[in-house]
């Protein structure tokens, strides 16, 4: 996970040092930072899960879909704001192994409405730098499961009544806004469960991701 939020912060500086030194030479850029943009957006996860007890659970990252829309709004001139989004996204991990003499795959499949509330740094017009809390609720998980001669598919689905009980989440990337076009890179992970009751526990197993998008504001 370390690695991957490295990766995403080498890449989003190294992309805002050429945008910047690309708007350095233009005369004809329009600083849109403090304009209201709503935006639609798509794409992928590359999602696996982890084990908190830090004991011997090794899965595979999986690729499910991303998406839903944004608003972009300013709070601070044109540096500084907020961006709420509403995403449906997919999540989960594949696992493989031995039993009884016979290899298995089960994959694992979760689908959650994500709610992220972020802050958004604007350091250029060009680049947006996001980060702040998640919550994540789950509306269905299903595991195919490949084993010998044997296959079989599970699948609960979550009514979610109470919009308390979730998962909270911390998530970081940028956005790169190339007038209307926003490409998007982030990276999330599981914090805590939240009961519905006010409680609260540390889930063992926690979802870890990352997303890219492409987005369209208006």
């Not at 595979?60 to 601070?76: N, Y």
């Not at 730098?129 to 499961?145: I, M, R």
Request: charged share 20%; proline share 3%; aromatic share 12%.
């Amino acid at each position: 996970m370390k690695k991957g939020i490295l990766v995403i912060a080498l890449i989003t500086i190294a992309t805002t040092n050429a945008i910047a030194q690309n708007e350095s030479t233009s005369t004809t850029t329009t600083d849109n930072r403090e304009n209201l943009f709503f935006g639609l957006k798509g794409g992928v996860n590359l999602s696996n899960v982890y084990d908190s007890e830090g004991q011997d659970f090794v899965a595979d990252a999986k690729f499910g879909l991303a998406v839903g829309g944004f608003i972009s709004i300013p709070i601070l001139g044109k540096y500084i704001g907020i961006q709420p989004e509403v995403l449906f996204s997919q999540k989960g991990f594949k696992s493989t192994g031995t039993f009884a003499g016979s290899t298995y795959e089960m994959t694992r499949t979760t689908d959650y409405i994500d709610i992220p509330l972020l802050v958004s740094f604007k350091p250029i017009e060009s680049v947006s730098v996001l980060f702040g809390p998640q919550f994540s609720y789950l509306l269905k998980q299903k595991d195919d499961f490949k084993g010998g001669t044997i296959s079989s598919t599970q699948q609960q689905d979550f009514s979610n009544d109470n919009f308390r009980k979730n998962t909270f989440c911390l998530t970081g990337g940028a956005d790169f806004n190339l007038d209307h076009i926003v490409i998007g890179v982030r990276a999330g992970w599981d914090v805590t469960n939240n009961n519905g009751d006010g409680t609260s526990t540390t889930p063992r197993y926690k979802n870890m991701w990352y997303q890219a998008t492409l987005g369209y504001r208006f």
